[in-house]
């Protein structure tokens, strides 16, 4: 699954399917949003995170070759297509997720503003679009509005009704939904890639399911201290201490790596 402002038609994107399928003589193929090169990378901003699984869905129980379940291998964004698609179907069944810089618990600032949201200028756009992103409309109309979690507005009523990260993470309104923890339990490894010179995933630890404190920019927490975690609100604990959650990192920002460390990481998780 590929990346913001990507499409599975760029050459890139056809470039590391085929090479990936090719290491590992397997079919792999990269699922678009939309038909066209240029609808598939519109897509990634104008469709909704819970419309882009839908769809991803549908393509994937098109394809007789995922029938018996795949790996979900994403890039960047496309790590909220995998998780969202596990959480809410997995049938056919993700055996594994190899999430590459993904911000799949969401972001707490726009890219490279850091920690407090980068102050200044950085902070008060932040602050402006957390009272924007939380309506109906833009929840349904801009993919990143999906997963923007400003730890301000954890408790606002209109990020628990209208978030939907926050119902992925099953800290919305509706409570705790066992559905997403029984699909989550499917899924028999999560290898998780952090870059640790990330500068647009807010925070960069996210990639580890880690997060800022509730209603603190200066205090990160890495996965074990959450709130998700404790309460195992979507069975991350309990894959966990199932021995499930698997740690990478690379040195560079955000999706530079190499094809050894890819050809790793899919010997490691993905045969």
Wanted: net charge negative.
């Amino acid at each position: 699954m590929h990346g913001m402002g990507d499409s599975c038609f760029n050459r890139g994107m056809e470039s590391i399917t085929e090479e990936s399928g090719a290491y590992l003589n397997v079919y792999s193929t990269c699922i678009p949003t939309g038909d066209t090169r240029g609808e598939d990378t519109m897509n990634g901003f104008f469709m909704s995170m819970d419309d882009s699984v839908d769809v991803m869905a549908e393509k994937v129980r098109a394809d007789p070759n995922l029938a018996h379940g795949f790996h979900c291998v994403g890039l960047s964004q496309g790590n909220n297509l995998c998780r969202g698609y596990i959480q809410q179907y997995n049938d056919p069944v993700v055996h594994t997720h190899l999430s590459i810089h993904g911000p799949v618990v969401g972001v707490a600032a726009l890219p490279r503003c850091g920690n407090n949201k980068g102050g200044g200028l950085c902070e008060s756009i932040s602050d402006m679009l957390s009272k924007l992103a939380y309506t109906e409309r833009l929840q349904d109309g801009l993919f990143q509005a999906g997963y923007f979690r400003d730890v301000n507005f954890l408790s606002n009523d209109s990020y628990l009704k209208w978030s939907e990260i926050g119902r992925w993470n099953n800290e919305g309104e509706a409570g705790v939904s066992q559905d997403i923890k029984a699909n989550f339990a499917k899924t028999s490894a999560f290898a998780m890639v952090q870059a640790l010179g990330d500068t647009v995933v807010v925070p960069r630890e996210g990639e580890w399911f880690g997060a800022y404190a509730d209603g603190d920019y200066s205090t990160l927490l890495v996965m074990n201290e959450t709130t998700w975690y404790k309460e195992d609100t979507f069975g991350l604990r309990s894959a966990d201490e199932a021995g499930k959650i698997h740690f990478e990192s690379t040195e560079g920002n955000h999706l530079d790596f190499t094809d050894d460390e890819l050809y790793t990481w899919l010997d490691k998780y993905c045969t």
